[in-house]
């Protein structure tokens, strides 16, 4: 299994400010995920963070919105950049286990943006 | 990637079965059932996967019939910490860029 710690675990911005969430892995993983859940929906897959190389991202996801890095196989971040209102999510990060099998996630950072 | 349809809620009693169906209708070859369970203010949890036939654990059963095109999950003897949102995921194995449904909120009364 693998251990996932994000900061913050909760947050309250203001329009037009950036946030950087933190992922923490216990060990090295291959792939990580960033995902988004806003209020009362499905998570939504945000980017693909990819070690020494740039993130892939998904359709309606954008890099100067949602700046990602990921220096080693243990650690990545995501920005939310510019923020408003519609940013109030939860953003979560996601590892693939050793096995390939299954996901593991992070409990989340809930964003608020006024 | 295979899209799944599941029941948007359901309600139950403490101690009854509960079994939650999923259909994907266009399931690959190659593609792995998953169920996830996410509780309010936590990521999802991973409860089960499979891919054909019969699947048990100690949290819950996984039942695919021989065509693919759905699953049930059987959920034995829930308590009121069941509660949470379920969700049916087709697709590889480890999760590589998955996409999730709208999920089933289950409710679990005393």
């Known amino acids: 299994s693998a251990v996932i710690s994000q900061k913050p675990s909760r947050d309250i911005c203001q329009r037009g400010t950036s946030l950087t969430i933190q992922c923490q892995v216990d060990?090295?993983?291959?792939?990580m995920f960033w995902y988004r859940q806003q209020p009362g929906q499905s998570l939504t897959l945000i980017a693909t963070a990819n070690q020494g190389s740039e993130a892939t991202y998904e359709s309606g996801f954008v890099i100067d919105k949602f700046p990602i890095s990921r220096p080693n196989l243990t650690f990545s971040t995501l920005t939310v950049s510019n923020m408003s209102p519609e940013d109030s999510s939860i953003y979560l990060c996601?590892?693939?286990?050793?096995?390939?099998?299954?996901?593991?996630f992070g409990s989340g950072t809930q964003l608020s943006v006024l | 990637l295979a899209k799944t349809t599941q029941p948007i809620s359901m309600d139950s009693y403490e101690g009854q079965e509960v079994n939650i169906t999923c259909s994907h209708n266009n399931i690959a070859t190659n593609d792995y059932i998953t169920w996830y369970q996410q509780f309010p203010s936590q990521g999802p949890r991973f409860i089960i996967q499979?891919?054909?036939t019969k699947v048990t654990n100690e949290v819950a059963s996984l039942f695919i019939p021989a065509d693919r095109k759905s699953s049930t999950l059987s959920l034995p003897r829930v308590s009121l910490s069941d509660t949470a949102v379920y969700y049916c995921l087709v697709g590889d194995r480890g999760g590589f860029k998955t996409i999730f449904g709208a999920g089933t909120r289950l409710f679990v009364k005393a």
């Open positions: 060990s090295q993983v291959t792939m």
């Open positions: 499979g891919y054909k």
């Open positions: 996601s590892v693939t286990g050793t096995s390939n099998e299954k996901l593991f």
